[in-house]
């Protein structure tokens, strides 16, 4: 590729850091921006904006590359946390991640380029394009196709990811060999642009959570919930209901939301047939290939972390139907599934039912 002006993202994290600088070294003209997308730094101490902000003044004097700071707080409130907060009142499970990218880091900030007269944009993502399609990234620990599948196409024929071809170990290699501040800082976690908060004290300063029965298979009432909006299925941590009478020492996890009745159904063992299914449907299809048969066999996954699985995939009318070979457990409506052909990544869409 010839010399080209590239606005990265940097996040003030490692990865970013070292985007930019072999993209420095490629011989383009390398531009710099922080996004601060949340306003509400009350001095949390799990919210780092100011000190990774910090850490990308420090990158971008060290590399020697402009660097500026912009706020798309308001479109991030509008079209993400909104949306995030809507799904969870409906008793969903919300991937913020996703629409974070597709909303904010590949639409707002892909738009501030173009507008800036930028040839392409660069995160610190691992995965990799070769600006017609999207492909899982060389480590396979770290790919990050899955929070990707959503954005448009037109976004990634002006989007570079230095990281694609790396392991995260030469990453880290990389930051060390030059000197890089955030060469052993540790992965950011917890929600886009937000951080790592406890969930129900953070969600219920927007969400007030009604309280409710838990029950188990038989319906019989096992306990009390504090809202279903701060569950999940397949969670076990935080469900209070550890020594329930004559239940067995197996631990219990979520089952079912049921909304009309405001109960959370329970289940014993990792492995009980209530936590697992075999067929879902998408609510919405986000496609990044142009041409695909309506129906075909490939992979999916519905979490990040989770090994693609054999399944027959269904494309219907705006939206996808999905057969697995074999049952899948805590498939969970709200989340997300990603559809693959070997390492391509061909798109996806938000679960919305389950069997």
């Known amino acids: 590729m010839s010399k080209k002006k ?11 850091s070292v985007s930019a600088l072999l993209l420095k070294e490629q011989g383009h003209e390398v531009h710099a921006l922080f996004m601060k997308n949340w306003d509400d730094d009350d001095g949390s101490p799990y919210c780092s904006a100011k000190e990774d902000f910090m850490d990308a003044v420090f990158i ?14 308001k479109e991030y409130k509008d079209n993400v946390f909104s949306y995030f907060l809507k799904e969870l009142e409906a008793g969903r499970t919300p991937n913020p991640d996703i629409l974070c990218n597709k909303e904010i880091k590949f639409k707002e900030f892909y738009k501030y380029a173009m507008s800036q007269g930028y040839d392409y944009i660069a995160t610190g993502h691992y995965a990799q394009t070769d600006n017609i399609s999207l492909y899982k990234g060389a480590d396979s620990s770290k790919d990050q196709s899955y929070f990707l599948h959503a954005i448009d196409k037109e976004v990634l024929e002006r989007t570079l990811f230095p990281l694609g071809k790396l392991e995260k170990s030469e990453v880290r290699k990389i930051a060390r060999n030059n000197n890089l501040i955030t060469s052993e800082k540790k992965d950011s976690t917890g929600i886009c642009f937000i951080g790592e908060r406890p969930f129900p004290e953070f969600i219920s300063n927007y969400l007030a959570g009604e309280e409710g029965n838990i029950v188990n298979e038989k319906n019989e009432v096992i306990g009390t919930h ?31 939301k049921n909304l009309e009745t405001n109960e959370l159904t329970c289940v014993q063992g990792n492995d009980h047939p209530l936590l697992f299914s075999e067929e879902l449907t998408t609510s919405n299809q986000f496609l990044l290939v142009d041409s695909i048969p309506e129906k ?11 090994k693609d699985q054999d399944c027959e995939i269904n494309i219907l009318n705006n939206r996808i139907n999905i057969k697995f070979a074999s049952p899948q ?7 997300s599934v990603v559809i693959y052909q070997d390492d391509k990544c061909l798109g996806g869409g938000e679960i919305s039912s389950i069997n």
């Open 226 to 256: 504090s809202g279903l909006v701060f569950y999940t299925l397949g969670q076990r941590q935080g469900l209070g209901i550890g020594g329930v009478k004559g239940a067995s020492d197996l631990p219990w996890y979520v089952a079912k």
């Open 60 to 73: 971008s004097e060290q590399l020697n590359i402009p660097l500026e700071q912009v706020s798309f707080s």
């Open 6 to 16: 590239v606005l990265v993202g940097l996040s003030g994290g490692v990865d970013s």
């Open 296 to 306: 075909f066999t490939g992979t999916a996954k519905v979490r990040y972390r989770q």
């Open 329 to 335: 457990r805590s498939v969970t409506p709200g989340q």
